[in-house]
């Protein structure tokens, strides 16, 4: 019922809502995020890797989100590889190995002080994505573990999926800001999450933040003029009703609770910015046998002031 009443209503709010004409239309950001196992646990199992880039547009960013829907656009292109325990010799009743690839356009708005993020992707999964194929190249050239799970993957499919999120942002002293939320996802998984974070400094507190899926962290989709650090820590718990990637037809048990827990740091000069998180990540289905760390890292350095600094 979740997933039927969510993923209409994402389709209704993005395709009937009065829609903003092209003229004027013009890049805002980028948000970019890679995600692998080996910068945080250093193994290679469950939620080891992923990519995503988004593409903000709209008319204009004056440090606040607008208040009509359409205004500004995020097109986001997401690859996820999730995997085993052992890449090599799963264990009878470990998790199947899943490749996933989705492209989807989500919008950003506000309503009375409370932020709101909607959208829809595809998610494509299965050998139709060639990710494990990648993965199997990369590994060879990195002399890593092979992963010879692929045959036994989850299967080709495309699942229509919406997300929606509501959050707002509470200032509790000059430096520290507090921001709980709620989000409903449909789809692929299908889930009901609760959490907040905290931003700790003036960096990325009056831009446009992006959640990323896998982690929960919020990655910068436009970028401001504050330079120097500012550091975040955040946390939810969610209840997962339906996953493609745990198919109860092959008997997986979905634990009660989903949690996640991460930290992180931004750094910008006037020319670079840098992030780097860890996210400890929970058990998903009963059959998992430890929750894991893995590390996420945004690099947005112009390779001429390190090759060509300034005398």
């Known amino acids: 019922m979740i997933r039927t009443v969510l993923v209409g209503f994402t389709a209704l709010m993005l395709f009937c809502a009065p829609q903003a004409q092209s003229q004027g239309r013009e890049t805002l950001g980028w948000g970019r995020l890679f995600t692998n196992d080996y910068l945080g646990d250093n193994r ?8 995503v ?24 292109f997401r690859a996820d590889i999730i995997a085993p325990d052992n890449i090599t010799t799963p264990a009878a009743g470990d998790r199947r190995y899943v490749g996933a690839v989705s492209v989807g356009a989500h919008t950003h708005f506000q309503r009375g002080g409370t932020e709101f993020s909607l959208g829809g992707d595809l998610v494509f999964t299965g050998p139709q994505t060639a990710i494990g194929n990648f993965q199997r190249q990369m590994h060879k050239v990195f002399g890593a573990p092979m992963p010879n799970v692929l045959d036994d993957q989850i299967g080709n499919g495309v699942h229509p999926s919406a997300t929606v999120e509501a959050g707002r942002a509470f200032q509790i002293t000059p430096g520290i800001q507090v921001r709980p939320f709620v989000e409903l996802q449909a789809g692929v998984e299908t889930l009901v999450r609760v959490g907040g974070d905290v931003l700790i400094g003036r960096l990325g507190r009056d831009e446009l933040m992006l959640r990323d899926v896998a982690t929960g962290h919020r990655i910068r989709g436009t970028r401001g003029a504050e330079t120097g650090f500012a550091f975040v820590v955040g946390a939810d718990i969610a209840h997962v009703e339906h996953s493609v990637y745990l198919p109860a037809y092959n008997g997986y048990q979905l634990t009660d609770t989903r949690q996640r827990m991460r930290a992180g740091v931004h750094w910008q000069n006037e020319k670079s910015a840098v992030f780097y998180g860890l996210t400890w990540l929970g058990r998903e289905f009963e059959a998992q046998s430890e929750a894991q760390v893995i590390g996420s890292v945004r690099l947005q350095i112009r390779l001429s002031t390190v090759l060509f600094p300034n005398p």
Do not use: L
């Not at 290679?44 to 990519?51: E, F, M, N, P, V």
């Not at 880039?53 to 986001?76: C, H, L, M, N, Q």
């Open 44 to 51: 290679d199992r469950y939620r080891t890797g992923a990519y």
């Open 53 to 76: 880039v988004s593409k903000v547009t709209g008319f204009g960013w004056d440090g606040a989100r607008p208040t009509r829907v359409g205004d500004i656009i995020e097109y986001r």
